[in-house]
Each structure stands twice: as C-alpha cells, then as structure tokens.
C-alpha cells in the first residue's frame, strides 16, 4: 500500500467514493486532506471510581454510562480554551465517508504539537466504509492554556488504497461459519 496523492484524492471525491462534507479542494495537499475542528467539545466532569481498569469493566456500559460528562457546543467564530493538563474529546468539521477497499490514517499537527497539544484518535486509522465525523482526543501538556479556534485546520488525513476489500465488507459474515457440505 502507498499514500494517495492530491489528484488521485481528487480523483475519489469527484467520483462521489470518497464523500468530505463539506467539502474545499483548498484542503487537500501534496499526500492528504487537512480536517478542521468541529465546534462539539466533551469532558469528564465527575468520576464515580477510583481508578479505571479497562480489562475489568465494559467501556459502554459501565464506564460511559456511570461517569458524568459535559458536552459543549462552541459557536462557529468561537474558541475552546484547553487548559493546561486537560483531556477533551472533540470531533471533525468533516463528515468523511471511506470508500470500502480504502483505509484512511488520522495525523496530528507538527504546528500544534510544537504549542504541547497532543492529537490521537484512539489507533489512528478510518476504517474502510466508515461514515461520520472523526472523533479527537487532544491534550494540553503545555503549562500554558492553548486557544482552539472552530475550524482552524486540526489534523491530516492520508489515505492508502488496500490490495484487496476485507471480506466483512464484500460479503455476509457467514463467510466466517464452517461449511460442512462437502463432508
């Protein structure tokens, strides 16, 4: 597999296979697309445990459900403060839809690393026949609060075409059953 490059981006979005919405051919560079940041900020607000133990607990149920969280909607010209140490859950402007034998790769900023904020996205990668915005999970290391403008440029996306389409995706998941018929 090797990255996609501009005009093969292009390419997959003007055939309507890879769908950004919206969409600014200004955001697309040399071997990505560059995500702005949506305006959907969500934090911890009350813990219920005193420590978290992800191999004893379902994620869904016990952890999401039972913690508290605030969620805060910024309006567009507006800015999130991330203070120092801070761990905030915010999404993409973007709504991206990956073609299905296509897999994507979430990047952090050089710019915005070099000011202490961290961006992950828990692995990383957009799977193939994925549709909704991105999720990030940014961090403030720095010992000063970093100002996020709604719709500054927040992260790239590179994209690799795969050699062949995972058979979850082409074909019932009875592919993984075993076929006795032949005994």
Same mark, same amino acid.
């Given at each position: 597999? &090797?990255?996609?490059?501009?005009?093969?981006?292009?390419?997959?979005?003007?055939?309507?296979?890879?769908?950004i919405e919206?969409?600014?051919?200004?955001?697309?560079?040399?071997?990505?697309?560059?995500?702005?940041?949506?305006?959907?900020? #969500? #934090?911890?607000?009350?813990? /219920?445990?005193?420590?978290?133990?992800?191999?004893?607990?379902?994620?869904?149920?016990?952890?999401?459900? +039972?913690? +508290?969280? &605030?969620?805060?909607?910024?309006?567009?010209?507006?800015?999130? #403060?991330? $203070?120092?140490?801070?761990?905030?859950? $915010?999404?993409?402007?973007?709504?991206? #839809?990956?073609?299905?034998?296509?897999?994507?790769?979430?990047? %952090?900023?050089?710019?915005?690393?070099?000011?202490?904020?961290?961006?992950?996205? &828990?692995?990383?990668?957009?799977?193939?026949?994925? &549709? %909704?915005?991105?999720?990030?999970?940014?961090?403030?290391?720095?010992?000063?609060? /970093?100002?996020? +403008?709604?719709?500054?440029?927040? $992260?790239?996306m590179t994209?690799?075409?795969?050699? $062949?389409?995972?058979?979850?995706?082409?074909?019932?998941?009875?592919?993984?059953?075993?076929?006795?018929?032949?005994?």
């Amino acid at each position: 597999m &090797s990255y996609l490059v501009d005009y093969e981006i292009l390419d997959l979005v003007k055939h309507n296979e890879l769908k950004i919405e919206p969409f600014d051919d200004l955001n697309i560079a040399s071997t990505f697309v560059e995500l702005r940041l949506g305006n959907k900020f #969500t #934090t911890l607000i009350e813990n /219920v445990r005193a420590h978290i133990n992800p191999l004893e607990l379902n994620i869904d149920e016990e952890f999401v459900n +039972k913690h +508290k969280y &605030s969620t805060i909607d910024v309006n567009e010209n507006d800015v999130y #403060t991330l $203070a120092p140490g801070e761990f905030v859950l $915010a999404i993409t402007k973007e709504k991206i #839809t990956m073609p299905k034998n296509y897999i994507g790769e979430l990047h %952090g900023r050089n710019r915005l690393g070099r000011l202490g904020v961290l961006l992950f996205c &828990s692995g990383g990668f957009i799977n193939p026949g994925f &549709s %909704g915005k991105l999720v990030l999970e940014l961090y403030n290391v720095n010992q000063m609060p /970093v100002q996020l +403008k709604v719709n500054m440029k927040i $992260a790239k996306m590179t994209i690799q075409k795969l050699n $062949a389409m995972p058979h979850t995706l082409k074909i019932p998941p009875k592919l993984f059953e075993v076929d006795n018929t032949n005994k």
